[in-house]
């Protein structure tokens, strides 16, 4: 099955500074990549996704960025603000058949 | 328009017992989707429901089961509850099988 590891666990960072949070997947057959933002206490929001078509999706201060033939893809923040604090979480999906989760990054933006 | 709603916000049970989780998709949304998210960890994904079947289901035991019903509203049943199963049990609805999926605020169940 599929296996997804995500770095850092934390990531501390200025209010300002640009966040990557990096993840690598196993299954070849992966084609949709989404990222979400988890608040203290809240549920889980899609902030940004990518199919395995794309290598890039920009919205705003958010990217993603794929490369299929590595298996990784990685989140990009930039010009981060203190609301940015969270847990983002990876995921990679076949077909939307079974989604599977990184780990989770805590990003802590210091103001 | 109307979120994922789940019920209830948190439950107690004791070791043993068995235990029935509730969800609400978004209005128009088919497919379902049950994660277990334990203390400070990432999300595991428990079953997939789309047009009322069950279509997946993740490496969790058989005690672990559930249903759609007609109007695409879910129910997740944990029998023989163990320590191990408290969690925040979140429901993500969709609006078809691929699909982005929506959160809903999650069932926190302390098994003790």
């Known amino acids: 099955g599929e296996n997804v590891e995500q770095h850092p666990s934390t990531l501390s960072v200025q209010e300002g500074d640009s966040a990557v949070i990096k993840c690598t997947y196993s299954d070849s057959a992966s084609n949709y990549f989404p990222w979400y933002k988890q608040e203290l206490g809240k549920r889980p929001q899609l902030i940004i996704d990518?199919?395995?078509?794309?290598g890039e999706k920009k919205d705003q201060r958010i990217a993603v960025t794929l490369n299929k033939t590595a298996k990784h893809f990685s989140l990009h923040i930039t010009e981060t603000q203190p609301e940015d604090s969270a847990v983002y979480f990876c995921?990679?999906?076949?077909?939307?058949?079974?989604?599977?989760f990184g780990s989770g990054t805590k990003l802590n933006v210091k103001p | 328009e109307a979120g994922v709603t789940q019920s209830p916000t948190h439950l107690i049970k004791t070791r043993g017992q068995q235990v029935t989780l509730r969800c609400s998709p978004i209005s128009g949304h088919t497919s379902v989707y049950w994660y277990q998210q334990a203390l400070g960890l990432g999300l595991q994904f428990l079953l997939w429901y789309d047009e009322g079947e069950e279509r997946n289901r993740g490496n969790f035991p058989p005690r672990f089961s559930g249903r759609q019903f007609p109007n695409y509203s879910s129910e997740l049943n944990v029998n023989a509850l163990e320590l191990e199963d408290s969690a925040l049990y979140l429901c993500?609805?969709?609006?078809?099988?691929?699909?982005?999926?929506?959160f809903g605020p999650g069932t926190r169940l302390t098994v003790t």
């Open positions: 990518i199919r395995s078509n794309v």
């Open positions: 993500a609805s969709s609006p078809g099988a691929g699909l982005e999926q929506y």
């Open positions: 995921a990679a999906s076949n077909n939307f058949n079974k989604f599977y």
